[in-house]
């Protein structure tokens, strides 16, 4: 599955050949229409944003943008996307790892393997809007579980103070898109654990427990925290979903960002730089822990 | 074991179904005290759906061979004569995984602005421009990890040295012997971009383009059953994606099972 | 009294048994070899005794107790697989402490325990390596210090020098079986090369199709083979259609060339005489042969020969510099010994 990308495997570079293609200057020539969009389109705009959060109205560096966020409605709205983004990428990561190691070494039919797989690929992918639909539709107020909970068990769900346009039900939500990414990406890695470790492990006397915790969870933590880093992006961002669930009731950071880009609900024009530039400092920072966390737990890998 | 395995795989499976049959109980609802086909009638039949559609696929179309003549030959080129340079085009490559969407939207619209030194917001076609090209790197992690894979199980080096032996040009190299060969991972990067690309919300709608995905919304914000089924309409579009995109890897192996 | 005994093992894999009423027993401190062709269940025997197969019926005992039952983890087993399996995330160290730690051996005494593994195998200062540190034939070591260290009652390995280079393979074949002598276990060696099975065993077993073939020294296993599988999976054999001519007395005709055999015969009809190549000498009368190739073996020359009813026919002579190699197309009388002959009912 292409997902896997996000941790992609170390691959040996093959060894050098001599060609008959001119010096290097053709070299770089061949992939300049990459670098001038790779340019232009992602690493310029980016640039772009993280300049204006520190760009005076006159021109000139200012601290002001930044400062800026400490507002009450923009802190809060970072807060609960952090919160939303931990839970979402946590939760995913427990279940889909579940899920994976129950298919992959639980003993069941090999039949369902690959079914979960392209069902997993389907689901996500199966993000934003509709997927929005697709939650309102069975845990709204009309929706089918609500209604059928409420016709055949006389539960009224939102007699509990469930709502899904709430924090939790825009936790449930994206997990519907978490889990699979975590099964897509973990189940290569579940299935690089060699029978023979458990077999060692078990025949020197270890516990099922004493095999999980001292052998396969560290040779799966690098996978795992990588994984985690990228669902933690990955809800950081999502905006489509949360507003087509929630309208903009629920201000998180990217719908808050959204709304400023639309009509500079803040005031000042400013601030939409530093939310930004708050983005993706949270995102790199997320990434930046996972890789360092990897570089220690991979040292036996070098 | 076994009984737990059964167990986690079970819950697992009912939160994945759940929302699949809610959506779709739901878009039968239309009618009152019956299931109905109506909410499909309305949507399928609604101008708007069908051009905002129609666009998005056009869209997603034109990212991909956008995308695919990006990404073929820079990825050639890279495991050819610059594989140094390979670290690097992980992390780029990557970027798109890190940085949040919106966050690239927003770089565009004031990058592109009409007083910027590339006014492409300017006119509607330009704005066409830099929505696919913003599709082009929400897909790049995907199209270029699809195509380097691709690559790597062949011998570049080989076969464009053979290539060249009998004289073929660059063009001649890339066209007629690299890229049928890598039909497969294409293929399975652009299903994915066409996935990704055919519902997007946030790009379509601060570039303010009449993409499929802030119709989504709208028809969110305006109708009761139509939603659901739109959602239907999208679940199936992207399970279609998937289904091909499974079945060329599928091809692929036995391509090359028998090939061996 | 015999330490290690299989009773009657059984194992079936859904429809097909692979292993049909095994039964061996070991005794403490000896070192004993599965040998068999690729398939014919010794891993399913080893497994079935670690406990990762459960038995479909029989029973296996270690020193009296009966550990049929037992998961792999209460047996007090050491096993070194075939590919290494070293535990990548641990250093060489900490792969051979591992049974102590998951037993809750205290550290200090751990780090003893694994420092006189580690010299035990020749490898003092590798302690700290990873397993992508070390060579194959390191890594092997490791394994076997990591499988001695909680000090098992019983030793298995899986083919475990199949994956090496054919140089460490012969001198870590003389390794382990010297490291089994000193530490006196008892040992269960399963491969499917007959010189290795051959050349450290105190006893054979050769497997066939899931059942004990022979079992014996590798001498007896060599020079009298129990039946004609036996015969010729292990060494080469020259295997020769024959006619009954006088049942009583053990004459047969082959090739037209009359023999008097010391084998018991069956009545009359045709049957199969075995011998392997160095029964054969060259002699002033006898079989007659016609030469096609030679082989030099250095001390040994392989003569690939013809009977006259166009058999082939192998045997070796010595090399020595007074008798000349025959020559291709060069017709020898060979004489044999009549009990090296081997009768099989055609
Ligand atoms: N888990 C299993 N399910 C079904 N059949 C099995 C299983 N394990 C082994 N077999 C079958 O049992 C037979 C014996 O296998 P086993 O692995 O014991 O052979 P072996 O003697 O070790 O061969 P080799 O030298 O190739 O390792 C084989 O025919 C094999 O196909
Ligand atoms: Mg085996």
């Known amino acids: 599955m292409t997902i896997t990308a996000a941790t992609p495997a170390p691959v040996p570079a093959p060894p050098a050949r001599r060609l008959h293609v001119g010096g290097t200057l053709a070299a770089w020539i061949g992939v300049a229409p990459f670098i001038a969009f790779a340019l232009l389109f992602l690493l310029l705009p980016t640039l772009t944003v993280v300049i204006g959060a520190f760009r005076a109205p006159g021109g000139g560096f200012t601290l002001e943008h930044v400062a800026g966020l400490s507002q009450p409605r923009i802190v809060s709205a970072f807060w609960i996307s952090i919160r939303l983004s931990l839970a979402t990428a946590a939760l995913g990561c427990l279940i889909g790892f579940i899920v994976a190691a129950a298919v992959t070494r639980g003993g069941l039919p090999e039949g369902l393997r690959s079914g979960v797989m392209t069902f997993s690929g389907v689901a996500a992918n199966f993000a934003g809007v509709p997927l929005a639909f697709a939650f309102i539709a069975t845990l709204g107020r009309l929706g089918f579980m609500t209604v059928l909970l409420r016709e055949w068990f006389g539960f009224n769900l939102y007699a509990t103070g469930f709502n899904l346009i709430s924090f939790w039900g825009l936790v449930l939500t994206y997990l519907y898109f978490q889990i699979p990414l975590m099964v897509l990406v973990i189940t290569p890695a579940l299935d690089g654990l060699k029978r023979e470790w458990r077999e060692a492990a078990e025949v020197l006397g270890a516990s099922r427990l004493q095999y999980f915790r001292m052998i396969a969870m560290p040779i799966l933590w690098p996978a795992v925290l990588g994984t985690f880093a990228l669902l933690f992006a990955n809800a950081f961002g999502a905006v489509a979903t949360a507003m087509a669930l929630t309208g903009s009731s629920l201000s998180i950071a990217p719908i808050l960002l959204f709304a400023q880009i639309r009509g500079d609900v803040l005031q000042d024009p400013a601030l939409g730089y530093a939310i930004a530039f708050g983005m993706i400092v949270l995102t790199a920072v997320a990434n930046l822990i996972s890789i360092l966390l990897r570089g220690r737990a991979e040292r036996w890998l070098k | 074991m076994r009984l737990w395995s059964w167990l986690g795989f079970a819950l697992g499976a009912v939160f994945m179904v759940l929302p699949l049959v809610g959506m779709f109980e739901f878009s039968l609802r239309a009618r009152r005290g019956e299931y109905s086909l109506d909410a499909y009638r309305s949507v399928l039949g609604d101008p708007q759906f069908q051009a905002t559609f129609a666009y998005s696929v056009v869209v997603a179309i034109v990212t991909i061979i956008a995308g695919v003549l990006l990404v073929v030959p820079t990825a050639y080129w890279v495991r050819l004569r610059l594989s140094r340079l390979r670290p690097v085009m992980e992390f780029v490559t990557l970027l798109p995984l890190v940085i949040p969407p919106i966050v690239i939207a927003f770089g565009y619209l004031r990058q592109f602005n009409t007083s910027s030194f590339l006014p492409l917001t300017g006119s509607a076609r330009g704005t066409d421009f830099l929505l696919v090209m913003g599709y082009v790197t929400l897909s790049l992690p995907y199209m270029y990890r699809a195509v380097d894979t691709g690559l790597r199980t062949l011998d570049v080096a080989t076969l464009t040295e053979a290539s060249q032996s009998l004289g073929a040009s660059w063009v001649t190299i890339l066209s007629r012997v690299i890229l049928p060969n890598l039909w497969p991972a294409v293929l399975s990067g652009a299903f994915l971009s066409f996935a990704i690309v055919i519902g997007e919300y946030v790009f379509a709608a601060l570039l303010d383009r009449p993409a499929f995905g802030p119709y989504m919304v709208w028809v969110g914000g305006n109708r009761a059953y139509e939603p659901a089924a739109l959602a239907v309409i999208a679940f199936g579009v992207t399970w279609a994606c998937m289904g091909l995109l499974t079945l060329t890897g599928r091809l692929a192996a036995h391509h090359r099972a028998a090939r061996r | ?346």
Not at chain 3, 118 to 128: K, S
Not at chain 3, 308 to 317: C, I, K, N, R, T
């Open chain 3, 1 to 346: 009294m015999s330490f290690l005994t299989l009773e009657n093992l059984k194992k079936s894999f859904g429809q097909t048994q692979v292993v049909h009423d095994f039964s061996l027993a070991v005794g403490k401190g000896e070192f004993v070899s599965l040998l068999g062709p690729s398939g014919c269940g010794k891993t399913t025997v080893l497994r079935m005794i670690a406990g990762f197969e459960t038995t479909s019926a029989g029973r296996i005992r270690i020193d009296g107790q009966d550990v049929t039952a037992l998961p792999p983890a209460r047996r007090q087993i050491g096993m070194v697989f075939q590919a290494y399996a070293l535990f990548p995330n641990l250093t060489a160290a900490g792969n051979v402490g591992f049974g102590l730690r998951v037993a809750g051996v205290p550290r200090r005494e751990r780090a003893a325990r694994v420092a006189e593994m580690l010299a035990l195998i020749g490898l003092p200062d590798l302690g700290d390596r990873y397993p992508f540190q070390l060579s194959g034939g390191q890594q092997q070591r490791v394994a076997l210090a990591r499988a001695l260290a909680p000090r098992p009652r019983v030793l298995l390995l899986d083919e475990p020098l199949s994956a090496l280079d054919a140089k460490i393979r012969v001198s870590l074949r003389a390794e382990i079986r010297e490291l089994q002598r000193t530490l006196g276990i008892t040992t269960i060696f399963v491969t499917h090369d007959q010189e290795e099975a051959l050349s450290m065993s105190d006893r054979v077993v050769v497997m066939h199709q899931g059942r004990a073939a022979q079992v014996g020294t590798p001498a007896e296993i060599y020079d009298s083979p129990a039946n004609a599988f036996v015969a010729g999976f292990v060494g080469q054999l020259n295997r020769l259609p024959a006619r009954v001519v006088d049942a009583g007395t053990g004459r047969v005709e082959l090739a037209g060339h009359p023999l008097t055999l010391a084998a018991t015969l069956p009545a009359s009809g045709q049957v199969t005489l075995a011998a392997r190549p160095e029964a054969f000498r060259p002699a002033p009368a006898g079989l007659p042969v016609e030469v096609e190739t030679v082989e030099f073996l250095g001390a040994l020359r392989r003569v690939h020969a013809r009977l006259p009813d166009g058999s082939a026919l192998v045997f070796d002579m010595f090399n020595s510099p007074d008798a000349p190699a025959p020559r291709m197309g060069e017709r020898l009388t060979l004489a044999v010994d009549p009990s090296a002959w081997i009768v099989e009912a055609a």
